[in-house]
């Protein structure tokens, strides 16, 4: 519960979080660079945008431009959408090549219809699940964003948002939303079962159901974890997102095994699943 206290969204509303001394952050710091550059260049991989064609995107969540620079260098024009003042001040500084917009996107977007090939977020789209004011309801607010969203992208367009979930109902309020304003797609998590290289990607269609992309993995390390969870017209439960296996299957009972080796304990060769091949109950 600590650690949750420590969450930004819990701290401030996205507009007084981030002030001026934290917008600069975004312009100083090597390492908060490098990363935002990191995950950006990952949401236009998964954006699976036309080779070699400049495409016109939009970046909700834009703050100081980070991302955007990413999609400048790779060719792309694009608007950005931030509700942070500061944020978007220091991008005007920065002077970067996108369009500016001051907005709150859980107000919904103001686009025209089809007008995008695509989206990308960076670490924006939790801040939706929280109640700033007692006029706010996040399904509401997500509904609205969602709705706007998909009539602004082009028909096959992907949407894509990197997203630091808080639990599995948190995913399930998002990912609910979306597949009521239209969407499909899913969920893909990259190298699941690491604590720091761990990264979430919310992966959205837009009037076509698409594949959904692999998410990376170490093959020492993350081998037999789901990297995806897809929803289409059913609601999708997220109970296994952190990363383990889900009790009582056949990767936590050999794993279990694997962990009894180690120590010395003798282990049973011939069980359900290794002899019986009976398939898992969840």
């Known amino acids: 519960m600590s650690s949750s206290c420590r969450r930004p969204e819990h701290m401030a509303p996205p507009e007084v979080f981030y002030n001026e001394q934290e917008a600069k952050k975004y312009s100083q710091n090597s390492r908060m660079i490098e990363i935002q550059t990191q995950m950006s260049e990952r949401a236009v991989e998964l954006l699976s945008l036309p080779e070699d064609q400049p495409c016109y995107l939009l970046d909700v969540g834009c703050g100081s431009g980070l991302s955007g620079d ?13 509700i942070s003042t500061a944020m978007l001040d220091v991008a005007l500084q920065r002077d970067v090549e996108g369009d500016l917009l001051l907005g709150d996107m ?22 939706l ?8 309801s996040p399904p509401k607010r997500l509904y609205r964003f969602f709705s706007t969203l998909y009539s602004s992208l082009a028909r096959g367009a992907r949407a894509v948002f990197q997203i630091y979930p808080e639990n599995s109902e948190q995913l399930e309020l998002i990912t609910a939303q979306a597949m009521k304003a239209g969407f499909t797609g899913g969920m893909v998590v990259d190298y699941p079962n690491s604590s720091k290289a761990k990264k979430f990607f919310l992966c959205l269609f837009a009037g076509v159901s ?24 059913q609601r999708s439960r997220f109970k296994n997102m952190k990363g383990k296996s889900v009790k009582k ?8 095994k694997e962990r009894r080796r180690r120590q010395g304990k003798d282990v049973r060769a011939d069980t359900k699943y290794t002899a019986r091949h009976r398939k898992p109950r969840f």
């Open 249 to 256: 299957s056949k990767d936590w009972i050999m794993e279990k």
């Open 129 to 136: 699940c929280n109640a700033d004011k007692k006029t706010h």
């Open 70 to 82: 990413y999609l400048s260098e790779a060719g792309h024009y694009w608007v950005g959408v931030d």
């Open 210 to 233: 698409g594949v959904l992309p692999k998410g990376l993995c170490s093959e020492s390390t993350d081998r037999g974890v789901s990297n995806q969870a897809q929803f289409t017209a």
């Open 106 to 127: 859980g107000e919904g977007l103001p686009f025209r219809p089809g007008m995008f090939d695509g989206c990308i977020s960076i670490s924006a789209l939790q801040w």
